[in-house]
T-cell receptor, first 111, second 114 residues
Framework: GESVGLHLPTLSVQEGDNSIINCAYS??????FIWYKQESGKGPQFIID?????DKRQGQRVTVLLNKTVKHLSLQIAATQPGDSAVYFC??????????FGTGTSLTVIP | KAGVTQTPRYLIKTRGQQVTLSCSPI?????VSWYQQTPGQGLQFLFE???????NKGNFPGRFSGRQFSNSRSEMNVSTLELGDSALYLC?????????????FGPGTRLLVL
């Protein structure tokens, strides 16, 4: 079956430092991946996505890296700010058009 | 463009009752997916609708059902509520999941079953 795991349930970083959130997936046939940010009391918010034909994609202060060899996904947040404090989920879409989500990593930014 | 809206935002029900939740997708989006989010299980897929047809279904009992209307709005129903059904129910819409389109989530409906 599918499984999407996150290496750490919590992560604390100093304001201004870079954050790295990791995610492992098990289905080598998955071809689309998304990172979401969920703040307290809100639904998940799209951050960045990447397709399996890419290794890296950059957005504003965020970078997603995909390593298909080891089935690993990471989200890098540059110059982390207090507003980045939230739970971050990775999600994979397999050929069955279903998304599977990790359990989430809680990021706390220390001022 | 307005985002995904869900109503109601909060609900309190008792065991054995039934509940209907509503989701209005982003204009132009035809795919609507429902998820259950709990602290212990994370986000779990319930079902996905496209053009009024259920296209995918997760591993939930038959007490959980849904439907989609011609305007793409969707409802989900939970019958014979159990304490374990307390959760945040999230709706997400996309143009068409078949083509790997991004899903956008609503704020969710928080259901408490007493």
């Amino acid at each position: 079956g599918e499984s999407v795991g996150l290496h750490l349930p919590t992560l604390s970083v100093q304001e201004g430092d870079n954050s790295i959130i990791n995610c492992a997936y098990s289905n080598s046939a998955s071809d689309y991946f998304i990172w979401y940010k969920q703040e307290s009391g809100k639904g998940p918010q799209f951050i960045i996505d990447i397709r399996s034909n890419m290794d890296k994609r950059q957005g504003q202060r965020v970078t997603v890296l995909l390593n298909k060899t080891v089935k690993h996904l990471s989200l890098q947040i540059a110059a982390t700010q207090p507003g980045d404090s939230a739970v971050y989920f990775c999600a994979e879409e397999n050929t069955g058009n279903q998304f599977y989500f990790g359990t989430g990593t809680s990021l706390t930014v220390i001022p | 463009k307005a985002g995904v809206t869900q109503t109601p935002r909060y609900l309190i029900k008792t065991r054995g009752q039934q509940v209907t939740l509503s989701c209005s997708p982003i204009s132009g989006h035809r795919s609507v997916s429902w998820y259950q989010q709990t602290p212990g299980q994370g986000l779990q897929f319930l079902f996905e609708y496209f053009s009024e047809t259920q296209r995918n279904k997760g591993n939930f009992p038959g007490r959980f059902s849904g439907r989609q209307f011609s305007n793409s709005r969707s409802e989900m129903n939970v019958s014979t509520l159990e304490l374990g059904d307390s959760a945040l129910y999230l709706c997400a819409s996309s143009l068409d999941l078949t083509f790997g389109e991004t899903q956008y989530f609503g704020p969710g409906t928080r259901l408490l079953v007493l």
